[in-house]
C-alpha cells in the first residue's frame, strides 16, 4: 500500500484500486479543532480536483479535493458522531472516504512522503 | 493568505508577549494580532468559561471626553446628541453600553460609556471603541464634540486587556482586594500591586464581552507589559485569541460590529432596545438617528435579529441564506459558528418579523442543501456577570 500527498494537503492511501483519502495531520493542525465534516454521497463520481467533502473547525469551513478522480464507494460514519477523530488520527480513523480510482495514472503527479514531508517544511 | 501588508501593521505593546507565548498572528483591523495560542480556539473558550482567559484588546480605541468648565452637564449633554443611551443619569464609577448612530439611525460603531470616578475627574467620560471604526469614530466625535469639550484619544499611551471567566476576581484580587466588589457595568481607578515589584495604576471596569464575570483592564502601556507578565503566572490564566474571543461574544449573544450590526441597521432591529433608557425612545430625544429609533420602536421594524439553533451539526457561517418552510428567502446569517460550551452549531442573523418568535422553524441554505434549524432566545451560553454579592 502507497501513501501519495497533494500541496493543498490531502493524502490517498492506495491499495489496488482504492484509495482512501484524508487529510494529513499537518493540515489538521492547522485547522485547529475539527466539530463537523460534510461527507459526500457514496456513488459520486468526482474528477481530480473536485470538492469532494468539506472540514469545520470552530471558526471556519475549508474544503477537501480528490487527489484523484474516481467514484465514492465509502464513507467515514464515524466522523459524524466524533469529527475531533480527524485532529486525533488524521493519516488513522480520520479518514473521510473511499473511491475507486478511475485512472491510476493521475496519481504520478502526486508527492510521496518524503517529498511531501520537504514541501511542509517549506511553509 | 493575507502577506501583502504585514509589514504595515500595528503592533500592540503585547506584541512580543504574543509572539514569544506562541501565538498564530493575523492581521485584523490594521493590527497583528494573536488569532489563537498553542491551545487552540476550542480549549481556549472553554478555558474562558470555566476558569480565566485573558485577551489583549490593546487595538481598540480609548478616548477621554473632558470639559474646559468642569462640569459633567457639559460633556454628557455634548455626547447624547451621537447616542441613544442616558448619559446625564450616569455617577461616578458607573458605565453604559451604547451605539454611535447616524442621521438615519443606522450604527456607525458600538461602546463603553464610562463617567469617570477619580477626584477632580467626575466631570470626565472614557469611551472604549471598536479598533476597525475608531479612525472614523474620533473624527466623528471631533466634529459634534461643542467648543469646551475636548476629545482625548490614548491608543498611543495606554494599552487595554480583558480578563474574563469564573476565576477573575479571585485572580485580580490578589493585585487589589477592591475590584472583588465592583458588579458589573462599574469601575474605578487603583493601584495593582499583589506580586508586582512596582505597582501599576489601572482603570478597572466590571465588564467584558464574553458572557463571563470578568475585567477590562486599561493601564500605560510599559505597566501593563509587566502587569500581563504576572497575570499569566497563575495556572488558571491562559492567553485568549480572537478565534475564542468570538466564538465567546457568540454564545453570550452579544453583537459584532460589521457582522451583526452596521450602518444598515438601527439599535432596534438590532434587538438592543434595552440600551436605549426609556426617555430617550422619543423622535425627540435629540440624538443623531432619534426618529428612526422611534419610527422603529412604533413599527416594530420589519426585521430583527435572533438566536438560530441549527438542529444538525452542520455550522451555518455568515451570510447563509434563511428560508421559511416553504423555501421562501426570510433573511441571512450574520454570524455563525461552532460553540464549544454549547457544543453544537450556534448562530445569529435576522429574518422578517414573522419569524421572529423562539421555536420558530426555519431552514438554513449550507452549500445549497437545506437544513433545518430553529429561532432560539438569546443567549445560547448564560451570562455569569456580576451584580453584588446576595445577602
New interface residues.
Given amino acids: 500500500m502507497s501513501i501519495k500527498y497533494t500541496e493543498d494537503h490531502e493524502w490517498i492511501k492506495v491499495d489496488g484500486d482504492t484509495g482512501t483519502v484524508g487529510i494529513s495531520p499537518y493540515a489538521a493542525t492547522q485547522l ?2 475539527v ?2 465534516v ?1 461527507l459526500p454521497e457514496i456513488g459520486r463520481e468526482m474528477d481530480k480536483g473536485d470538492e469532494a467533502a ?1 472540514v ?6 475549508s474544503e477537501v479535493y480528490a487527489p484523484v478522480g474516481g467514484e465514492v464507494i465509502a464513507v467515514n460514519e464515524a466522523l ?1 458522531d466524533a ?1 475531533e477523530t480527524v485532529n486525533a488520527s488524521a493519516d488513522g480513523d480520520g479518514w473521510f472516504l473511499k473511491i475507486k480510482i478511475s485512472d491510476a495514472s493521475e496519481l504520478e503527479s502526486l508527492m510521496d512522503e518524503a517529498a511531501y514531508k520537504t514541501y511542509c517544511d517549506g511553509l | 493568505m493575507s502577506d501583502d501588508t504585514t509589514t504595515e501593521l500595528k503592533q500592540t505593546a503585547l506584541h512580543a508577549t504574543h509572539v514569544a507565548l506562541g501565538a498564530k498572528m493575523v492581521p485584523f483591523a490594521g493590527y497583528d494580532m494573536p488569532v489563537q495560542y498553542p491551545l487552540g480556539v476550542k480549549g481556549e473558550h472553554l478555558h474562558t468559561r470555566e476558569k480565566a482567559g485573558l485577551f489583549d484588546v490593546s487595538h481598540m480605541g480609548q478616548v477621554f471626553l473632558m470639559s474646559d468648565d468642569k462640569d459633567f452637564a457639559t460633556v454628557a449633554k455634548a455626547l447624547e446628541k451621537l447616542v441613544p443611551a442616558d448619559i446625564q443619569s450616569l455617577k461616578p464609577g458607573q458605565q453604559r453600553y451604547s451605539q454611535f448612530l447616524n442621521e438615519d439611525g443606522g450604527i456607525l460603531d458600538d461602546l463603553m460609556i464610562s463617567r469617570l470616578a477619580m477626584k477632580g475627574y467626575e466631570h470626565a467620560l472614557y469611551l472604549v471603541v471598536n479598533a476597525g471604526c475608531k479612525e472614523a469614530d474620533y473624527k466623528h466625535l471631533k466634529k459634534h464634540m461643542p467648543k469646551g469639550v475636548n476629545v482625548m484619544i490614548k491608543d498611543d499611551t495606554l494599552s487595554l486587556i480583558a480578563l474574563q471567566g469564573p476565576r477573575a476576581a479571585a485572580i485580580l484580587g490578589c493585585f487589589a482586594p477592591e475590584v472583588e466588589d465592583l458588579i458589573f457595568m462599574t469601575h474605578t481607578d487603583l493601584e495593582l500591586k499583589g506580586t508586582l515589584a512596582e505597582p501599576v495604576w489601572a482603570h478597572v471596569s466590571r465588564s467584558g464581552y464574553t458572557g463571563e464575570d470578568g475585567y477590562e483592564i486599561s493601564a500605560k502601556h510599559e505597566d501593563m507589559v509587566r502587569l500581563v507578565e504576572e497575570l499569566l503566572k497563575y495556572d488558571d490564566v491562559e492567553p485568549i485569541g480572537l478565534g475564542a474571543r468570538d466564538s465567546l461574544r457568540l454564545e453570550a449573544g452579544l453583537c459584532l460590529y460589521g457582522h451583526d450590526i452596521d450602518t444598515t441597521v438601527s439599535p432596534i432591529e438590532a434587538g438592543l432596545i434595552w440600551s436605549v433608557q426609556k426617555h430617550r425612545r422619543d423622535a425627540k430625544a435629540g440624538y443623531l438617528g432619534a426618529k428612526r429609533v422611534a419610527a422603529d420602536l412604533a413599527d416594530k421594524t420589519t426585521k430583527r435579529l435572533v438566536g438560530i439553533k441549527p438542529d444538525g451539526k452542520a455550522p451555518a457561517r455568515e451570510h447563509t441564506e434563511i428560508q421559511d418552510m416553504d423555501g421562501n428567502v426570510i433573511g441571512e446569517i450574520t454570524s455563525g459558528g461552532f460553540g464549544p460550551t454549547v457544543e453544537g452549531p450556534i448562530a445569529m442573523g435576522y429574518v422578517t418579523r414573522k419569524f421572529v418568535k423562539a421555536g420558530t422553524p426555519v431552514q438554513l441554505i449550507v452549500r445549497g442543501k437545506a437544513r433545518p434549524a430553529t429561532v432560539v432566545r438569546l443567549p445560547f451560553s448564560p451570562h455569569n456577570y456580576f451584580r453584588g454579592h446576595s445577602s
Fill in positions: 485547529g479543532d466539530v463537523f460534510e468539506v469545520e473547525s470552530v471558526k471556519a469551513a459524524e469529527p
